[in-house]
DNA sequence: CGTGTTTATCAACGCTTGTTGACTTTCAAG
DNA sequence: CTTGAAAGTCAACAAGCGTTGATAAACACG
């Protein structure tokens, strides 16, 4: 075809299969998610999908591409560290469902829980680094479980007290903790 | 038959196959877990397990029962709340592996979101309204995310800092965040 | 128009799943 | 021993899955 343009038909579609991969892989997780039915939403042929993607497994290793973007918080005052990471959190979470895709199918997905592990080892823990006190790999860890376990009990459980919760509440609890984990001397063991 | 004996035949193979299918469910999630995988694991034909408990479905409501078992932290002196919650815990997810089972299955299962939201509704949160200092429910939900996260990262993520944690260490990191969700005055808004 | 490549369609494959029904074995009770 | 219910076995079903290959439509370019 030698076309020039940078626009092929075939770009569109792409987008849209993985369009229609993200929501369903999301909102069903990986096993329960189907190519008929990621096709079906696209509005294209369950074959086009494999065709383009070349399985479903590599159709959800392109779908769960996710890049945490945590700005480096040099200017950021120590004391609102905490409250800073948190709503940058929020923020990350409200725009696109890429992370709520790798939530509900890192359960049960060894591709995805070691993508999960990936952006933890390598975008998550590196950035902290540079603010923990101490045993930066456990302040790490410590954040994360604060961090998933708020997202997962909001968007995956749906717990009605913490659904409800405004942004800024949802900050203000917890920030301090965030903070806590990073810049509180560790704790002595009773 | 009219068997007088406590210990019947099929007592015996029930057991096996609720063993077997908590093992799977927990290990696999619902739907990667097969009726066949359970009924090799048991050592027994896949029809027998319909045969006992009816569906898939039904076999996963039973292995899905959980008793939460919270005790009534009356004598328990307010400062060490936190941590005695926490060790609490960490006892009760060693011992068997039901919760695991809930965590693995709630995130793609409806029944199982449904008795997660039940088992926080009717036994943790009743008990912690008992120490929460106003706003119970959101206390209670902000306990939840940080237990549910901790136990998401070091049981099903197996995040590498987190599970090489020794439990009093967990103790003592986790223990003055469930305190403070639960005992300190509502942070004001910024 | 004609030609060749890109894009889409369709039917089918092999496989696994939950579930069922007919059949055989086990075994206590009379 | 005979009888009848309980417990276990086996093969098969219908449905759904991911995936494939042959084939048709669409379309830019000579």
Redesign the interface.
Known sequence: MLCGMAEKKSDRTRAAILAAARERFGA??Y??ATIRAIAADAAIDPAMVIRYYGSKEKLFAAAAEFDIRLPVFTDVPLASLG?TLVRHFLGRWGGDDTLRVL??T???NEVA?DR??GI?AGQLAPTLRAHALDRP??R???V???????A???Y???????VH?RD??V???????VA??LTAP?????
Chains 1, 2 share one sequence.
């Not at 994360?144 to 708020?150: C, D, K, P, S």
């Not at 995956?156 to 913490?162: A, D, H, K, N, Y």
């Not at 900050?171 to 903790?177: A, K, R």
């Not at 560790?186 to 009773?190: D, I, L, N, R, Y």
């Open positions: 069903d997780g096993e329960r409250e939530l509900r890192a359960v049960t829980v999960m592990r933890f790999d456990v790490a860890g410590l994360a479980t604060q961090m998933l376990g708020f997962l009990c909001r995956i459980l749906e717990l009605p007290p913490i919760m800024d509440e900050v203000s609890w917890l920030g301090p903790t806590s984990y560790a704790p002595s063991q009773a």
